[in-house]
């Protein structure tokens, strides 16, 4: 069973906080790692993508993958309201000759103004 | 045109109409896909086609019948749906489903918001 666990929230900051999302997955082959944002009524758009273990950042967006625990992170610094949105986690899971991205039920994110 | 487009927008059917969805894809990649959408669930990938062949089906039912003509356009069929059937469909495309790696990347349409009465 691929699966993919996320919190569902909503996980609540403040403006100008640190929003922390957490993701788990049950595939151990698993190499690459996505996150996507999708905005209430539209389709969700890739923010960040990591295949290493340790940290990637890309502006106020940064990755954390740690392969061993089978767990990745998003982190988004200074907060703004315009980042509420649902976060969806996306390991890459291998089947049948093919590899397909598996979606976690994803986070949804509130920043306070 | 740009990216990935999906029509309708918004669809309204009864459970014994037949309609069709339509995706088109303008990014020169190589596969696409259809997933279903439905509130306090994860994404659900219902078909995938690489090259216009289809290569997983992920046991949907039959009154969803996709086809893909060519690498670029991409419809789901359907057919006397069920109001539980009710649900954004996306479409994406990707470059490729072979390679553990970013051309696994998926770029989505805007959707097509289908509601059975």
């Known amino acids: 069973q691929k699966e993919v666990e996320q919190n569902s929230g909503p996980l609540s900051v403040p403006e100008g906080a640190i929003a922390s999302l957490n993701c788990t997955y049950s595939d151990r082959g698993s190499q690459s790692f996505f996150w996507y944002r999708q905005y209430s009524g539209k389709s969700p758009e890739l923010i960040m993508s990591i295949y290493s273990n340790g940290d990637k950042e890309d502006g106020r967006f940064t990755a954390q993958l740690n392969k061993a625990s089978q767990y990745v992170s998003l982190l988004i610094r200074d907060s703004q309201p315009s980042d509420s949105a649902t976060y969806l986690c996306a390991p890459l899971y291998s089947g049948a000759g093919s590899y397909q991205l598996t979606f976690g039920k994803g986070t949804k994110l509130s920043v306070i103004p | 045109e740009t990216g990935v487009t999906q029509t309708p927008r918004h669809l309204v059917m009864g459970m014994t109409n037949k309609k069709s969805l339509k995706c088109e894809q303008h990014l020169g990649h190589n596969a696409m896909y259809w997933y279903k959408q439905s509130a306090k669930k994860p994404l659900e990938l219902m078909f995938v086609?690489?090259?216009?062949?289809?290569?997983e089906n992920n046991s949907v039912p039959s009154r969803f019948s996709p086809e893909c003509p060519n690498s670029s356009h991409l419809f789901l069929h359907l057919h006397t749906l069920q109001p539980e059937d009710s649900a954004l469909y996306l479409c994406?495309?990707?470059?490729?489903?072979?390679?553990?790696?970013?051309?696994?990347?998926?770029?989505f349409g805007a959707g097509s918001r289908l509601t059975v009465l």
């Open positions: 994406a495309s990707s470059q490729d489903i072979t390679a553990n790696s970013g051309a696994n990347v998926l770029t």
């Open positions: 086609y690489n090259f216009k062949e289809q290569t």
